[in-house]
Antibody, heavy 119, light 107 residues
Framework: QVTLKESGPGILQPSQTLSLTCTFS??????????VGWIRQPSGKGLEWLAN???????YYNPSLKNRLTISKDTSNNQAFLKITNVDTADTATYYC???????????WGQGASVTVSS | DIQMTQSLASLSASLEEIVTITCQAS??????LAWYQQKPGKSPQLLIH???SLADGIPSRFSGSRSGTQYSLKISRLQVEDTGIYYC?????????FGGGTKLELK
């Protein structure tokens, strides 16, 4: 059974760096074809893809966030990470991580971590 | 970036009715399209991948189809538990992009 769970600071101030962790089980990020993606959703709004990291450490980012994103992984501990620098109120959202299975399908999602940026 | 347009922001239908939700891609994405259902306070759930393939554990009343760059999600007999917001996602090219969502309610 594949499970994922996001964790984060809950609240942070503008200009700080947001650090999110995705802890998963039921698959390995060292397995060929596997990946983890990050997606966010402001309250009452739609979904926005942020970044993907793959089994071979290949990484892709949404250019709309310019160079503020960094995705990484710790294969030994079954974790993936996302950092967003210089946050502002527009980064307030629920952040999800999802497994990307064979065929590049986001087939399992975590429950989401709520992040509020406020001074 | 590839734009994914779900023209209907909301849709109301009756129990047992046939419902079709559409998603238009701004360019050819082949079959690199997935459909997700999201219920209030929950994370999205995969329904359809590769435009037409039913995800594991999803009822057979859900189906996906493609005509050129238009993609459709069909619910053959609407059930109470099918209410929610439906999103399409293209993963043909980066950045991956979602449609704006279609909220499905019971009439």
């Amino acid at each position: 059974q594949v499970t994922l769970k996001e964790s984060g600071p809950g609240i942070l101030q503008p200009s700080q760096t947001l650090s999110l962790t995705c802890t998963f089980s039921g698959f390995s990020l060292s397995t060929y074809g596997m990946g983890v993606g990050w997606i966010r959703q402001p309250s009452g709004k739609g979904l926005e893809w942020l970044a993907n990291i793959w089994w071979d450490d290949d990484k892709y980012y949404n250019p709309s966030l310019k160079n503020r994103l960094t995705i990484s992984k710790d294969t030994s501990n079954n974790q993936a990470f996302l950092k967003i620098t210089n946050v502002d109120t527009a980064d307030t959202a629920t952040y999800y991580c999802a497994r990307i299975g064979l065929g590049d399908v986001m087939d399992a999602w975590g429950q989401g971590a709520s992040v509020t940026v406020s001074s | 970036d590839i734009q994914m347009t779900q023209s209907l922001a909301s849709l109301s239908a009756s129990l047992e009715e046939i419902v079709t939700i559409t998603c238009q891609a701004s360019q050819d994405i082949g079959n690199w399209l997935a459909w997700y259902q999201q219920k209030p306070g929950k994370s999205p759930q995969l329904l359809i991948h590769s435009a037409t393939s039913l995800a594991d554990g999803i009822p057979s009343r859900f189906s996906g189809s493609r005509s050129g760059t238009q993609y459709s999600l069909k619910i053959s007999r609407l059930q109470v538990e099918d209410t929610g917001i439906y999103y399409c996602l293209q993963r043909y090219s980066n950045p991956w992009t979602f449609g704006g969502g279609t909220k499905l309610e019971l009439k």
